[in-house]
């Protein structure tokens, strides 16, 4: 397999120097040679040599970094297959004993830079695996993958591959091993979910990367005796868990009739009473409803079409968390509101919350945790921020 070396931009060589695993496009990655699908770069100061998987078809990111080594011609002994093989069985075993003790069937075996695999996820619904390649640079280790994980994992019936595009939306399901099976039942901390494999759907219809928030809700016993308000609630994952976990009674409120659809089916499934669903804009509910709830979550997408413009969700909260607030129960109420993008720090989001209603006191934070970790020098991958407030 063709191997480079290369020049890199003088700007990338301090991010490198601060572990940022990227190379982004610049005139120095534009002039890599498009045939080599690994290069190197040799840091002469440092002595070292950093190894990537090259990426030429991505719009953003050219290259991925794969390992840093000060092995002398480390380039003249480099066996990509090899180290992909022993890489990936070794976080396969690793996170085999973290998926023993997770209670659920929804678990990420791969989960990008944070794993090793950078570009790449493995998720799984029971028996069904799903390879999510936002580097096009995976494509052409398909097999090589999937061969391993059968040899890892005697409990592999299907596998789907999906490329997500350069913009990180998720692209086509292609089915390559198994049954197409365009939905099945998964269980995650004793609730039973549907879970759908089928590029209509636009997503699983249930997210997993917050299957560590779920459970930290449950340590902290915040449903206990208490009615819900989910806001953006998709298929009602959140106000499920929240039923299981002690909660008296929950609203969902999502504008979608597809996923309201799926959330009465779970329901029946899970035989679960008091879940009741609203079929419309949020921003109308907060401004119509006279309800009063004793938890409020609310966990809006990065972007919002709000009355046909564009918002982010800064200002998203800006306009409306005052209204959330109106519906929350004064002596014992609790709102866990969720901004879903990295590009926006943990403290940002905390300061713009206090500017907006000083009252508020932070109570506790949420994030990626257990098979979905993150690496402090990687942004990017960081991008599941909730806080829990109280007013006081
Ligand atoms: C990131 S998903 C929420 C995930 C969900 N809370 C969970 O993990 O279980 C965002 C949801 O917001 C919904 N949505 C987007 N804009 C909306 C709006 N203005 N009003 C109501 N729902 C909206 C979408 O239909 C989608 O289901």
Known sequence: ???????????????????????TSDRYSLCFPKNAPLVYWYDEKKDKKYFFLHDPLHQKIKARLWKVTVEKRAEDSFDFIKELNDRFERVLEEKGQLFKSSERENFFWLFGEADGFPGLRLISFNDTFVFQAESFFWKQFKDVLIKKLRSMRNDVQCVYWQ?????????????????????????????????????????????????????????????????LLNLFAHTGAFSFFAMKNGATQTHSVDLSPTWMDVFYQNREHNKLENCTYTVGKVEDYLEESKDT??????????????????????????????????????????LVLFCNNHSIKMSDFEKEIKKINNKLKIKGYLGLGEDCTVISSFNEGNYIKGVILEIC
Do not use: W
């Not at 595009?165 to 292609?174: A, D, F, R, V, Y």
């Not at 046909?308 to 609790?334: A, C, P, W």
């Open 293 to 334: 709830f004793q938890v409020i979550l609310c966990d809006p997408p990065p972007v919002l079409t709000i009355k046909e413009k564009k918002m982010s969700v800064m200002n998203f909260y800006q306009r409306y968390l005052n209204k959330m607030i109106h519906l929350l129960d004064k002596e014992k109420g609790t």
């Open 1 to 23: 397999m063709k191997l480079a070396r290369v020049s890199i931009h003088p700007a990338t060589i301090k991010e490198l120097h601060k572990n940022h695993p990227h190379i």
């Open 163 to 227: 490329e997500r595009t350069s913009s990180g939306e998720s692209g086509k399901l292609e089915k390559i091993l198994g049954d197409d099976l365009k939905q099945a039942t998964i269980n995650e901390f004793g609730v039973n979910y549907t879970v759908f494999f089928d590029d209509a759907k636009k997503d699983f219809g249930l997210f997993t990367d917050m299957a560590f928030v779920r459970k930290e809700m449950k340590q902290r016993g915040l449903f206990e005796g208490r009615n």
